[in-house]
T-cell receptor, first 114, second 119 residues
Framework: AQSVTQLDSQVPVFEEAPVELRCNYSSSVSVYLFWYVQYPNQGLQLLLKYLSGSTLVESINGFEAEFNKSQTSFHLRKPSVHISDTAEYFCAVSEGAAGNKLTFGGGTRVLVKP | DGGITQSPKYLFRKEGQNVTLSCEQNLNHDAMYWYRQDPGQGLRLIYYSQIVNDFQKGDIAEGYSVSREKKESFPLTVTSAQKNPTAFYLC??????????????????FGPGTRLTVL
């Protein structure tokens, strides 16, 4: 069975500083990887996804994540954060043969300080 | 304007009462899901449905029930058997798994959530 571990439950960071959110997964088959963002009292929004091809994927608002198969990781990074990036971030994994089911990590709460 | 709606946003119930949470989507998605979110535990899958009139238990189905009589609707009932029902409930949907250029699309789209508080 697949599992997802987000190593940091909370990450405080100053505005304009870089941030990295770590995500590791366990699976014995090919996987598809996702990062979702959740603002307070809202649903989840897709930030970016890796399905195949280039291992580095980017979002429209400056986030990027790199799929590393050998380390079974999909860490999320942003070189310079804004106050508006304060949110909770979830890493999720889907095994392709299992259809659309997702397994989520426990989430990382990012607090951007001025 | 396509999307997923959940109602109500906040719901209060007395202990021992059943309560039904609504989830509607107009994205023409085949699959729908219910998750429960508790602080520090991420999202846990309660039930999911890949097609009308069929659904499967997720990881924490005990104390919950669902129906899928229409493609657009996937209501969740929290029964009195659920030991700790206070939580944030999220509904999601996804298109049928399709093969595009050798990959499967598995993206899920989420509703705004319902916060249930049992008093």
């Amino acid at each position: 069975a697949q599992s997802v571990t987000q190593l940091d439950s909370q990450v405080p960071v100053f505005e304009e500083a870089p941030v990295e959110l770590r995500c590791n997964y366990s699976s014995s088959v090919s996987v598809y990887l996702f990062w979702y963002v959740q603002y307070p009292n809202q649903g989840l929004q897709l930030l970016l996804k890796y399905l195949s091809g280039s291992t580095l994927v980017e979002s429209i608002n400056g986030f990027e994540a790199e799929f590393n198969k050998s380390q079974t990781s999909f860490h999320l990074r942003k070189p310079s954060v804004h106050i508006s990036d304060t949110a909770e971030y979830f890493c999720a994994v889907s095994e392709g043969a299992a259809g659309n089911k997702l397994t989520f990590g426990g989430g990382t709460r990012v607090l951007v300080k001025p | 304007d396509g999307g997923i709606t959940q109602s109500p946003k906040y719901l209060f119930r007395k202990e021992g009462q059943n309560v039904t949470l609504s989830c509607e989507q107009n994205l023409n998605h085949d699959a729908m899901y219910w998750y429960r979110q508790d602080p520090g535990q991420g999202l846990r899958l309660i039930y999911y449905s890949q097609i009308v009139n069929d659904f499967q238990k997720g990881d924490i189905a005990e104390g919950y029930s669902v129906s899928r009589e229409k493609k657009e609707s996937f209501p969740l009932t929290v029964t009195s058997a659920q030991k700790n029902p206070t939580a944030f409930y999220l509904c999601a949907s996804s298109p049928k798994t399709v093969r595009t250029s050798g990959t499967y699309r598995n993206e899920q789209f989420f509703g705004p959530g319902t916060r249930l508080t049992v008093l």
